[in-house]
């Protein structure tokens, strides 16, 4: 089985509420999430503290599971660059394929060339047709492509975009704009933040502010090794109701799984 996230607790390092919250801040869980645990522990007897817990941690957690819905013909991808995000794609346009859809891309990050050279390099490697146009706009470059692929007849198309730091307003504007572009052009479409797993509490700031900006239907979390931490997730999660559709765990094109809330908690708590 997949190995990611650190275990945080066991019955070894839980002797008190103190401990819980020394682990629970350690491992990146916020503050409100964490004063919430503890305020439900609280005159739970110490041997029944590890199973409280978990029972706390799956209501948390179960709500958020979502798998793809390869009904939607539109994904918009968005993210910070270095998250993982075109690899991403790559990922779920492969399990697309195994779905059996005709799949297509958008290169939609005309900033960089280098990221418009690497959606090409994996739409080449998967036999799906890309649309591109470096010298336009990203918003006019997404619009003109959900036209393709709807002439197309493209059944799942994927929208990559700029990488953008969510503390920079006019990268965050552009992806306002091209959210309104893509709601007139298609109607409804999966918006998936991409967040790196081992950047700590900063990704629940980027959760935050992608979800205030476009209205996030998903996200994933990329990075998940053994040494990952997985509080941060947790904190999203709870503040946010985001739904995760997905785990990348490695580097390869089949290393992107369900997200299991159950799964999550037994890595958790061991």
Same mark, same amino acid.
């Given at each position: 089985m997949f190995k990611f996230f650190k275990s945080f607790f066991s019955k070894k390092n839980i002797d008190s509420l103190k401990d819980i919250e020394d682990i629970l801040i350690q491992n990146d869980v916020g503050m409100t999430t964490?004063?919430? *645990? /503890?305020?439900? =522990? %609280?005159?739970?007897?110490?041997?029944?503290?590890? #199973?409280?817990?978990?029972? &706390? *941690? /799956?209501?948390? =957690? %179960?709500?958020?599971?979502?798998?793809?819905?390869? #009904?939607?013909?539109?994904? &918009?991808i968005c993210g910070q660059n270095g998250s993982g995000k075109t690899t991403t794609i790559a990922k779920m346009a492969q399990k697309a394929l195994n779905h059996?859809?005709?799949?297509?891309?958008i290169a939609g990050d005309t900033f960089r060339a280098a990221a418009q050279e690497q959606l090409k390099v994996w739409a080449d490697r998967l036999n799906v047709d890309i649309f591109e146009r470096p010298e336009q706009s990203p918003s006019s470059v997404i619009f003109d492509g959900c036209v393709w692929s709807k002439q197309n007849h493209y059944d799942v198309t994927f929208v990559d975009t700029a990488g953008r730091l969510h503390t920079k307003d006019d990268l965050m504007n552009e992806l306002s704009k091209i959210n309104r572009v893509m709601e007139k052009c298609v109607g409804l479409f999966e918006k998936i933040l991409i967040l790196d797993g081992t950047i700590g509490?900063?990704?629940y700031q980027?959760?935050?502010?992608?979800?205030?900006?476009?209205?996030?239907?998903?996200?994933?979390?990329?990075k998940l090794d053994s040494q990952t931490k997985g509080g941060t997730l947790l904190s999203i999660i709870k503040d946010f109701s985001i739904p995760v559709v997905g785990l990348g765990i490695g580097e390869k094109i089949e290393?992107?799984?369900?997200?299991?809330?159950?799964?999550?908690?037994?890595?958790?708590?061991s």
């Amino acid at each position: 089985m997949f190995k990611f996230f650190k275990s945080f607790f066991s019955k070894k390092n839980i002797d008190s509420l103190k401990d819980i919250e020394d682990i629970l801040i350690q491992n990146d869980v916020g503050m409100t999430t964490t004063h919430y *645990l /503890l305020n439900h =522990l %609280k005159n739970t007897p110490n041997d029944a503290m590890v #199973s409280r817990l978990r029972e &706390l *941690l /799956l209501d948390i =957690l %179960k709500p958020a599971e979502k798998k793809i819905d390869w #009904s939607c013909p539109y994904f &918009l991808i968005c993210g910070q660059n270095g998250s993982g995000k075109t690899t991403t794609i790559a990922k779920m346009a492969q399990k697309a394929l195994n779905h059996h859809k005709k799949v297509s891309m958008i290169a939609g990050d005309t900033f960089r060339a280098a990221a418009q050279e690497q959606l090409k390099v994996w739409a080449d490697r998967l036999n799906v047709d890309i649309f591109e146009r470096p010298e336009q706009s990203p918003s006019s470059v997404i619009f003109d492509g959900c036209v393709w692929s709807k002439q197309n007849h493209y059944d799942v198309t994927f929208v990559d975009t700029a990488g953008r730091l969510h503390t920079k307003d006019d990268l965050m504007n552009e992806l306002s704009k091209i959210n309104r572009v893509m709601e007139k052009c298609v109607g409804l479409f999966e918006k998936i933040l991409i967040l790196d797993g081992t950047i700590g509490q900063n990704a629940y700031q980027q959760a935050k502010i992608f979800n205030d900006t476009i209205g996030l239907t998903g996200l994933m979390m990329t990075k998940l090794d053994s040494q990952t931490k997985g509080g941060t997730l947790l904190s999203i999660i709870k503040d946010f109701s985001i739904p995760v559709v997905g785990l990348g765990i490695g580097e390869k094109i089949e290393d992107l799984i369900d997200f299991d809330a159950k799964d999550m908690v037994d890595r958790l708590v061991s």
